[in-house]
C-alpha cells in the first residue's frame, strides 16, 4: 500500500503526512473509527449527563449515535454551513433533542467552565495542518476556555507526530493531565482496514496546575497505564505503536521472502528489551504440508549470535529446515529471567497471531520450536563500563554443542560477541577435552562459575585458528627452524585468547600485545585466563603509535598480527580501522618484519568496493597474499609476505604450505612442560581452503 512508511522514523517526516491526507480520500472518518470501536473509551471518560461540545462533528453518525444510547446533552458545531443545515434536517424529527449548530471552534459563544466534555474526531488532524497551527492552538485555547475544573477534553486522531506534539505540549504547560490510549484492531480485519492505529488523547483539567508533567500512554481500551516523564518518550512510544500496526498490516497481508522484519517487545513493567522476533517467510514455490502454515522458534539463551539466527542467509536456511510457510524466529535478551519453554509460550501465545501469514484460520494451533526442547542457559558473571568501549558484560553460557563458554560483549553492539572462551570444569584436564562439532546432550548448568576455568587450547574463533595457520609460513617446526625464537607483535587484546594459546603453545614464543582499553585487558586477566609473564607482554596505548614507535627502534618481529575491530559502524569495514590498512602504516609494518617475517590481517569487509581498495594497497607493500574465507562469516584472514612476486606461485607455496603445517600442527603439539593442556587445531584441515590472492 502507497500509503505505508518504510520506517517508524518517517511517521516523523511531514512529506508523509503531506502525501496520506492527500490519499486519505472520502472516507477519513472510517478510519478514525466508528461507535462501535470508541464506545468504550467514550462512556469511559464521558458521562451520560455530562454537558459535550462536539467541534468539527461533520456529518459524522457519532453523535447521533451517542444520543441514542442516553447522551442528551450533545452540542455539535462545525463551520460549515452546509453541514449543520444536513444535520439538522436528519436529525429534526428522530432526534429532535440534538441540534447542530455554525460555530467557529477557535471562537465559540458559550461561557467559561460551560462543558464537563469536549470531543473532537479528526477536528485537530484537520486543523493543524492550516496556518503552521495557528487554528489547532486558537482552538485548544477555546477547549480550555470552556471546560470546567475535571472536565475532559477527548480527541480521536492518527497522531501525526506534529499534531499530537502541538495538543501535548499545549496541556502540559496549562498543568494539564495527558493520557494517550492506542487503539488496536480487531484480529482478522487486517485485510480490510487502514494500517495506522487510531489513538484517543484524553487532558483532564485541574483546579490547580501539575508541578511537573503527568504523561500516560495506554495499550488498548483498558491496558494499564505506562507514565511517561517527557513529551519526546510519549512521541517515541506513539512512532512505535504506528510502526507496528503497518508491521501487523505487512504480515497479515502478503508474504516475502526477501523482506528481514523484526520488532523487539519489552518488558511491560521496565521497558527493558525481552524479546526480538524476526520473521522469515518461505518462498512461493516452496512445497511444504498445507498444515504447515506458521510456526515460532526459540533460539536457545546464549546462542541469538550464531550464524544460523543472526544472518539473513542463516535464518533462510532455518525456515526452509524448518518447513512452514512462515517462522518467527525469537530471541531472548539479557538481564531477562526466563522460567522455562512453556512460560515463554505463555507469554509469546497472546500475540503471535498478529504476525501470522494471510488466510490463516484464526483458530489455527501455531507450535513453537526450539533445539533441545530447552531455553539455552546463560549466566551473567561480571558487568562494568569502558571509558573507550561503553558499557560491557561478561557471561557463561552452554553451546549447542553441549559445551560452556564464557562471553565479552559490549552493549553498544550486543549482537556481536567480541570475545569468547571454552569452559572446562577446574578438576578436568584440557587434555581430555576434543573438539566437537557434533550436537551432545545438553548437560544441566554447573552450579558455580568459579568451579570453572578457561580453556586455552581451544581457540572459539574460527579466524584466530586461521591465524595461528599462518605461522606455518614461518617454517616453525622444520629441521632448520627447531627450537629458533619466534617473535610475535599482536594489536588487539580482546579476551586474549588468541595471544595465550601462542604463549602455550607455540615453541620458544615471546608475544607483545598491543592494547588500547585498560579495561578490556583487565577483564581478560580476571575472567578469560589471561595470564602476562616474562614471554607474553601488554603495551597499553593505540596500536598506530606503537608501531611508529617501534620502526624508530631496532626490533623486528617474525610475525605481526591486526586483530581489532572499528568502532565506527558507519564504515562498510569493521575490522581493522581504515587507518591500519593506509599505504604508510603498511609499510611501516613491512619494515617491522625479519626476513622470514608474516602480516596476518583479519578484515572483515562487507563493502566489495572497498574490500578491493584494502586488497591492492595491501598486494602494493607484500606481493604475497595467502587468504581464507572463514565459513558462515563475513571474516577473512590475510596472511601476507614480503617475498619477491615471482614465488607467489600457487605450485610451489601451497603444496610446501601443506607441509609446513605439518611440522607446525607438531610443534603445537610437542610437551615441553608437563603441562596437561593440549591444543585443539588441525593445522592441516584449516589449509585446505587457502587461496593466493
Known amino acids: 500500500m502507497s500509503l505505508l512508511p518504510r520506517s517508524a522514523e518517517e511517521f516523523s517526516s511531514a512529506e508523509f503526512w503531506e502525501k496520506f491526507f492527500k490519499k486519505r480520500g472520502e472516507k477519513a472518518f472510517e478510519w478514525y473509527g466508528d461507535y462501535n470501536s470508541l464506545c468504550g473509551l467514550l462512556h469511559r471518560y464521558i458521562k451520560v449527563p455530562d454537558q459535550v461540545l462536539v467541534v468539527g462533528c461533520g456529518n459524522s453518525e457519532l453523535s447521533e449515535q451517542l444520543y441514542d444510547v442516553g447522551y442528551k446533552h450533545l452540542t455539535n458545531i462545525d463551520i460549515s454551513e452546509t453541514v449543520v443545515t444536513h444535520m439538522n434536517q436528519r436529525n429534526v424529527e428522530r432526534r429532535p433533542g440534538l441540534t447542530f449548530q455554525q460555530v467557529d471552534a477557535t471562537k465559540t459563544p458559550y461561557e467559561d467552565g460551560s462543558f ?3 470531543l473532537d474526531k479528526g477536528t485537530l488532524d484537520a486543523m493543524a495542518s492550516e496556518e503552521e497551527g495557528l487554528l489547532a492552538r486558537n482552538m485548544l485555547t477555546e477547549v480550555c476556555r470552556v471546560l470546567c475544573v475535571g472536565g475532559r477534553y477527548v480527541c480521536v486522531t492518527l497522531a501525526q507526530e506534529s499534531v499530537i506534539r502541538l495538543a501535548v505540549e499545549h496541556f502540559v504547560q496549562q498543568g494539564w493531565a495527558v493520557r494517550l490510549h492506542c487503539l488496536q484492531e480487531e484480529r482478522g480485519k487486517e485485510e480490510d482496514s487502514f494500517a495506522l492505529p487510531v489513538f484517543v488523547l484524553v487532558c483532564t483539567k485541574f483546579r490547580q496546575p501539575m508541578p511537573s508533567p503527568l504523561l500516560e500512554m495506554c495499550v488498548g481500551e483498558d491496558g494499564a497505564p505506562a ?46 528489551p525481552r524479546y526480538t522476533l524476526t520473521v522469515q517467510d518461505c518462498p512461493p514455490a516452496a512445497k511444504m504440508p498445507r498444515s504447515n502454515q506458521f510456526a515460532i522458534f526459540i533460539v536457545p539463551q546464549g546462542s541469538e549470535t550464531a550464524w544460523l539466527y543472526s544472518s539473513t542467509e542463516g535464518r533462510r536456511q532455518l525456515a526452509a529446515s524448518a518447513n512452514f510457510r512462515r517462522l518467527v524466529i525469537v530471541a531472548m535478551h539479557r538481564n531477562q529471567e526466563y522460567t522455562d519453554m512453556q512460560a515463554v509460550q505463555s507469554e509469546l501465545s497472546p500475540m503471535v497471531m498478529d504476525l501470522a501469514p494471510p488466510g490463516m484460520p484464526a483458530n489455527q494451533q501455531v507450535p513453537f520450536l526450539s533445539v533441545g526442547g530447552d531455553l539455552g542457559w546463560r549466566e551473567e558473571v561480571s558487568r562494568g563500563v569502558s571509558e573507550l568501549s561503553g558499557e560491557y558484560c561478561v557471561e557463561n553460557v552452554r553451546g549447542e554443542d553441549g559445551e560452556l563458554y564464557r562471553r565479552l560483549v559490549f552493549l553498544s553492539n550486543a549482537a556481536l560477541v567480541q570475545s569468547e572462551s571454552r569452559l572446562v570444569p577446574s578438576n578436568t584436564a584440557s587434555g581430555n577435552k576434543k573438539k566437537n562439532k557434533k550436537k551432545l546432550k545438553q548437560t544441566a548448568a554447573p552450579s558455580c562459575s568459579s568451579s570453572l576455568l578457561v580453556d586455552s587450547g581451544f581457540l572459539c574463533c574460527a579466524h584466530h585458528e586461521v591465524m595461528v595457520c599462518g605461522l606455518a609460513m614461518l617454517g616453525l617446526g622444520t629441521p632448520q627452524n627447531k627450537d629458533g625464537p619466534v617473535s610475535v607483535l599482536l594489536v588487539g587484546l580482546g579476551g586474549g585468547g588468541l595471544p595465550q594459546f601462542l604463549r602455550d603453545f607455540v615453541p620458544n614464543v615471546c608475544v607483545e600485545v598491543v592494547e588500547l582499553d585498560p579495561v578490556v585487558l583487565e577483564v581478560a586477566k580476571e575472567w578469560f585466563g589471561f595470564r602476562p609473564d616474562d614471554r607474553l607482554t601488554v603495551t597499553l596505548g593505540d596500536g598506530l603509535e606503537r608501531i611508529t614507535a617501534l620502526q624508530e627502534g631496532a626490533r623486528l618481529f617474525d610475525v605481526i598480527m591486526f586483530d581489532v575491530d572499528n568502532k565506527d559502524s558507519s564504515v562498510g569495514m569493521s575490522c581493522p580501522p581504515a587507518a591500519f590498512v593506509e599505504t604508510s602504516i603498511l609499510q611501516k609494518v613491512r619494515s617491522l618484519l625479519t626476513p622470514r617475517g608474516v602480516f596476518t590481517l583479519n578484515l572483515v569487509c562487507r563493502d566489495s568496493v572497498l574490500r578491493k581498495t584494502v586488497l591492492e594497497r595491501v598486494s602494493a607493500v607484500f606481493p604475497t597474499i595467502l587468504s581464507r574465507n572463514i565459513e558462515g562469516e563475513v571474516n577473512e584472514v590475510l596472511l601476507c609476505s614480503p617475498g619477491e612476486k615471482e614465488m607467489s ?38 589449509l585446505k581452503d587457502m587461496k593466493i590472492e
Open 227 to 272: 507514565r511517561l516523564s517527557q513529551v519526546a518518550e510519549l512521541l517515541s512510544a506513539v512512532r512505535e505503536h504506528q510502526a507496528y500496526a503497518v508491521l501487523r498490516k505487512r504480515l497479515r497481508t502478503g508474504t516475502d521472502a526477501c523482506s528481514n522484519l523484526s520488532l523487539t517487545l519489552c518488558h511491560i513493567t521496565t521497558g527493558l
Open 649 to 686: 606461485d600457487a605450485a610451489r607455496i601451497l603444496p610446501s604450505l601443506k607441509q609446513a603445517g605439518q611440522s607446525l600442527q607438531a610443534a603445537l603439539s610437542s610437551d615441553r612442560s608437563g603441562s596437561s593442556r593440549r591444543p585443539h587445531i588441525n593445522i592441516s584441515e584449516l
Open 116 to 118: 464537563q466534555a469536549v
